[in-house]
């Protein structure tokens, strides 16, 4: 519902931990993407800053859980596309 906000708190939008797209390879989760349809938008600013690196930061833990030895040698890509 469309709220005048002066008048009524206006509900904020929830940051998910999910990313609108992820790169896999052999079941393996590689990189993700996250889309924005508006370009100074308060809520796409948090997904660049704050959900990007933390949804990166667990793919890179679950494929250095399972091999050890190549943490120095992995890439984890992330990239976000905003504009109208």
Same mark, same amino acid.
């Given at each position: &519902? $469309? &709220?005048?906000?002066a008048v009524?708190?206006? @509900? +904020? +939008? +929830?940051?998910? #931990? $999910?990313?609108?797209?992820?790169y +896999? /390879? #052999?079941?393996?989760d590689l990189g993700?993407? @996250?889309i924005g349809?508006?370009?100074?938008s308060t809520k @796409?600013?948090?997904? !660049? %800053?704050? &959900?990007?690196?933390i949804? #990166? &930061?667990?793919?890179?833990? /679950? !494929?250095?859980?399972?091999i050890? #030895? %190549?943490i120095?040698?992995?890439? !984890?890509?992330g990239?976000? !596309?905003?504009?109208?």
């Open positions: &519902k $469309r &709220k005048l906000s009524d708190g206006t @509900e +904020k +939008k +929830k940051l998910g #931990s $999910r990313t609108d797209t992820i +896999k /390879a #052999s079941g393996v993700c993407l @996250e349809h508006q370009v100074y @796409e600013l948090k997904d !660049i %800053i704050v &959900k990007l690196p949804v #990166s &930061k667990d793919m890179l833990c /679950a !494929i250095v859980q399972d050890q #030895s %190549i120095n040698q992995t890439h !984890i890509l990239y976000n !596309i905003n504009g109208t």
